[in-house]
């Protein structure tokens, strides 16, 4: 029933739209299209707030010095109808980012592609795509 | 991205999507009248089908429902591109889009499409479009637009509302598609009906009691709302709005009518009407489905984790600073 | 409005909590009136309604050249009246300019009074017996005078170091009469006594239901009031006060037992 | 009775009238009118008339934060909230936080950035709220900052992530409203005075009709990793009875923009007091 997964279609009408960018404010504003970065760290935080999430981020620098990075991600209500919840991103996760760090020079960065070590993405599954929302029933 | 004159500078701070769907139609288009309209929309009824009701007789339009959409509100001026692939966050050449992958956090618009709704806009007009500006309105418009445009950036004022946390642009009323948490929560109690959105937790409770508007020194960001029913339909009046509603760059003037009636256990039709004379010629209106939601609304708790506020400001401030610098430089 | 008197006592009682001490024999009142009786409200309570003035010369610690002595005589009596309205008069110019500033007013502004009370007592204390507020205890003598050496060394600096009164905050209790407008109303309600104090426009509601004491987390400048009857006089009993309040020494801990009693006009009390 | 006098009488006057409409405190059994569904309706729009969010515990008077604002922003004396005794059970580190908070309230009091609320502090906001009851729905609505809670009344679900207005299952016991909320994060606070507590908040409400105009509320509050047991808050809530009464928007975000962005503005400025 629901929303029909028609990606034909629905992409058509993304087009129409003319909208590859859909958010709270403006990526350009915030962050860098000349500073493109990659990290790989250890998770230690992830806020699950709105209007975007942040993952907090260890990152060792070449020499050796851990540098906290913050890493905003999407509203996570639309991760919580996918079924995640907060335990789905434990803290001591190792994850890589792809991504522009931000205007201001702090250590922040947009994630436009988080992945973990292996390369799977994260945050999808098979099972996501479907709209049941597991992480809402107790237990 | 194609931009729009008007919308080139909202587009930069929110994203285009929205903006392009409400963008105001060239001047000179011929309007069309409201009530003559209605663009079929090919959702299946059931004719065995009687709606359900409230123990004291009152329509039960309660649940959570979603009025996700991507079929434009306007006809597309263009005819519509080639269709694309699948959803990816690559450009051409394999860089990255400067954005999160909206697949993984599961904003992927693609999947905003209602089944069977197979219009290709939402308005109600007989030419798909909505009515021109009229002159005092396209003045204003303007003069708006040059004002954002040298200070957008001063502070957090001058910022769109949607950055501001205070209200998403499509909340309303009327109501439209957010382009992600698109959900909305009805509750009745005896005597009001509230309308819960989930972007910025914002609810409307509209009294159904026949009491009249609220004085009109009052100005809110939803306007004053009130109600009847009229058969299975729910018909809200609202007006009261303040000088910076968002909606279409109406003015403070702005009515709006909504129709809300549920034409299936899982569907509600939504139909709404507008009215300012100092913004368009005529009123106009549209027509949408929501489609019942299996997950609760969660909280979107939007100002409270506002740091794109302040990154902005602060990204901008460090962009100035490096400006004069490299003028500095340059003058030595 | 003068058509009976009110008679209060007040004791205060150092130590705390007391509630349950009784308070100490209080002055017997005695009515030579026979044919008089108490009036009442509608509800029984003994009508205690009225403005009532606490107006009089009596001084609250009896003299100490007066010694033992608890009551003046009808010639005494004259002689003292005489005596301290010639000594409190500011219409005068007899100390000096500074003196004279001090005064500032005449007699027009001041209400203090003309005369004795009405049995002619020598000090307003009537417990102990040598009409005198006892001595501080040590703990209080160090307190009181650190206090006093502060505010000596700060009394111009800002307006926490200036009295209570001039920062209008209040008068304070117990009831004792100052120098203009000693005026009390009183109010009843059902459960409820109301007095009024003109100064300050300061206002107790005091109920009369038997409930406990506020918490102890709350301090306040006229503290905490709980009343009851006792026959035909109204017992008040006044805890909670502020660090901040000063009656003679006693501040926070203060125990404060009030009487009200009503009384025939002119009855020699 | 000359002038002076006349005019303490007119005080006395207002007092008598307060005293004569104080409500008894004392309850006796109410049987609420019903929904459909044979529970209570509570419908309504309520209040709390008490000053439980400037400190849940009884408090004298007090001056308040910002000299400029004088007596406006002064704390109103309350004789607090809280059943059982007059104080909150800290362990001894988080009393030594709540101290912390105290001294930084004006900086760090959530409601001084219109964060929302957090339960209980929305109930007792000085600001309505509104219960919108069917026999399928409960909704609280609350005009402070916008906050709102839908009660799950069905089978009891579980918060996918911390939240400010937590995660409510719902049910009856008898004619009581009792609401179970968990799902808190740690950004909320009790009152103005730095009471606060964990993510291990867990709430339990209790709303129950007590006349036509008010209802009781209760709400036993418990987080081991702040409180050594757990406490009780009560107090009744009124209903706002104006036939013309409804909701208005609060949305201060905009009043705080200054606050928490000013010195990010291209022109910051000076004036603030």
């Known amino acids: 029933m629901r929303r029909k997964w028609m990606v034909a279609a629905a992409a058509a009408g993304f087009l129409a739209m003319g909208l590859p960018v859909w958010a709270h404010h403006a990526f350009a504003a915030e962050f860098d299209a000349d500073k493109p970065l990659k990290l790989q760290g250890t998770v230690t935080k992830w806020e699950l707030v709105n209007p975007h999430s942040w993952i907090h981020l260890d990152v060792k620098g070449p020499d050796g010095k851990v540098t906290e990075w913050m890493i905003e991600g999407g509203s996570p209500n639309s991760l919580f109808r996918l079924g995640f919840t907060k335990d789905a991103l434990p803290p001591g996760s190792e994850i890589v980012v792809e991504g522009y760090a931000a205007k201001d020079g702090s250590p922040r960065a947009v994630g436009a592609s988080l992945t973990f070590k292996d390369g799977k993405k994260l945050f999808l599954s098979s099972s996501a795509a479907n709209g049941a929302a597991p992480g809402t029933d107790e237990k | 991205m194609r931009q729009h004159p008007f919308r080139t500078l909202v ?309 100035e600073r490096k400006a004069e610098e490299a003028a500095k430089k340059e003058a030595k | ?181 000693n005026d009390f109303q009183i109010v009843q309600a059902p459960g409820y006594v109301a007095i009024l104090h003109e100064m300050i426009h300061d206002v107790r509601i005091i109920p009369l239901d038997g409930r406990p004491h506020v918490t102890q987390n709350i301090r306040q400048w006229m503290g905490d009031g709980r009343g009851h009857w006792e026959g035909d006089t109204l017992v008040v009993e006044t805890t909670n006060f502020s660090e901040k309040t000063n009656f003679r020494g006693a501040n926070a801990n203060m125990h404060l037992i009030e009487r009200f009693t009503r009384v025939p006009r002119g009855d020699p009390v | 009775m000359d002038n002076k006098r006349a005019g303490s009488m007119t005080a006395l006057a207002v007092v008598l009238l307060a005293l004569a409409t104080l409500p008894g405190w004392a309850q006796t059994a109410y049987r609420a009118p019903r929904m459909a569904d044979g529970h209570p309706n509570l419908n309504g729009i309520w209040q709390t008339l008490n000053t439980a969010n400037w400190d849940l515990r009884g408090h004298a008077a007090a001056m308040g934060r910002v000299v400029a604002l004088g007596s406006e922003d002064a704390m109103p004396p309350g004789l607090g909230v809280i059943v059982d005794g007059d104080e909150i059970p800290y362990l001894p580190a988080a009393e030594a936080k709540r101290k912390q908070n105290y001294e930084n309230r004006l900086k760090d009091d959530p409601e001084v950035k219109c964060y929302l609320p957090g339960v209980p502090r929305a109930t007792y906001m000085p600001y309505p709220f509104q219960i919108v009851q069917s026999t399928k729905t409960i909704m609280f609505s609350y005009e402070y900052a916008g906050g709102v809670r839908v009660i799950n009344m069905d089978k009891p679900t579980k918060s996918p992530a911390d939240s400010w207005m937590g995660w409510s299952n719902g049910h009856w016991e008898g004619d009581t409203l009792v609401i179970d909320v968990t799902g808190f994060n740690e950004d909320t606070w009790f009152d103005r005075v730095g009471d606060y507590h964990s993510d291990s908040l867990h709430v339990v409400e209790r709303y129950t009709p007590r006349s036509a105009e008010t209802l009781t509320y209760e709400a036993t509050i418990e987080d081991p990793k702040v409180f050594s047991r757990p406490w009780k808050i009560s107090m009744p809530l009124y209903r706002h009875v104006e036939k013309n009464a409804q909701l208005l928007e609060f949305k201060c975000v905009e009043f705080v923009e200054e606050l928490l962005y000013g010195p990010l503005r291209k022109h910051p400025r000076n004036d603030n007091p």
């Open chain 2, 11 to 319: 587009c930069a701070a929110m994203g285009c999507a929205v903006i392009f769907l409400l963008s105001a139609p060239a001047i000179g288009q011929t309007p069309g009248s409201v009530t003559k309209t209605a663009a079929a929309a090919k959702v299946s009824e059931n004719k065995a089908w009687t709606a359900p009701h409230l123990p004291d007789g009152t329509p039960d339009l309660q649940g959570v429902w979603s009025n996700a959409t991507n079929i434009p509100l306007e006809k597309p001026r263009q005819a519509a591109p080639a269709r694309p692939g699948a959803y990816t966050n690559r450009q051409a050449n394999g860089d990255l889009v400067l954005h999160y992958d909206n697949a993984q956090f599961g904003l992927d618009r693609s999947r905003n499409v209602v089944a069977e709704d197979t219009r290709e806009y939402l308005v109600t007009t007989p030419d798909g479009h909505i009515p021109a500006l009229v002159p005092e309105a396209q003045k204003r418009i303007a003069e708006r637009a040059a004002f954002t445009r040298d200070h957008q950036w001063d502070g957090p004022e001058t910022r769109p509302l949607g950055e501001q946390c205070i209200m998403w642009p499509n909340e309303g009323p009327p109501m439209l598609s957010e382009g992600y948490n698109s959900n909305l929560q009805i509750a009745q109690g005896p005597g009001y009906v509230a309308i819960m959105q989930e972007m910025i937790h914002d609810v409307r409770i509209i009294p159904t009691d026949g009491r009249p508007h609220i004085a009109s020194d009052i100005r809110q960001w939803f306007g004053n709302s009130t109600g009847h029913w009229e058969g299975n339909t729910l018909v809200v009046d609202t007006t009261n709005f303040t000088d910076k509603v968002a909606f279409q760059r109406a003015s403070e003037n702005l009515h709006v009518i909504e129709r809300i009636t549920r034409v299936a256990d899982d569907k509600i039709q939504y139909e709404f009407t507008v009215e300012d004379p100092h913004t368009w010629a005529e009123p106009w209106g549209a027509k949408i489905f929501w489609e019942k939601e299996s997950t609760p609304i969660y909280e979107y708790a939007c100002h409270e984790g506002n740091y794109g506020m302040r990154n902005n400001l602060s990204a901008r401030r460090a962009m």
């Open chain 3, 1 to 181: 409005m003068r058509m009976s008197a009110l008679v209060v006592t007040a004791a205060l009682l150092a130590a705390f909590p007391a509630s349950s001490q009784t308070p100490l024999a209080a002055t017997k009142v005695q009515t030579a009136n026979t044919r008089w009786t108490v009036p009442r409200t509608a509800d029984g309570q003994p009508d205690l309604q009225g403005v009532w003035t606490n107006t009089t010369i009596t001084p609250l610690e009896r003299p100490a050249e007066l010694g033992t002595k608890a009551f003046f005589t009808p010639e005494e009596a004259a002689q003292y009246e005489k005596k301290t309205v010639a000594s409190q008069t500011g219409d005068r110019r007899d100390g000096g300019p500074e003196v004279d500033v001090g005064r500032s007013y005449n007699e027009f502004w001041r209400d203090r009074g003309t005369k004795v009370v009405g049995d002619r007592r020598t000090s307003l204390v009537v417990d102990p017996p040598d009409g005198r507020v006892p001595a501080l205890t040590p703990e209080a003598q160090k307190r009181v005078s650190e206090t006093a050496a502060m505010m000596r060394a700060h009394s111009t600096d800002g307006p926490e170091y200036r009295n209570l009164w001039e920062r209008c905050l209040t008068r304070g209790l117990p009831m004792l009469p100052g120098p203009y407008n």
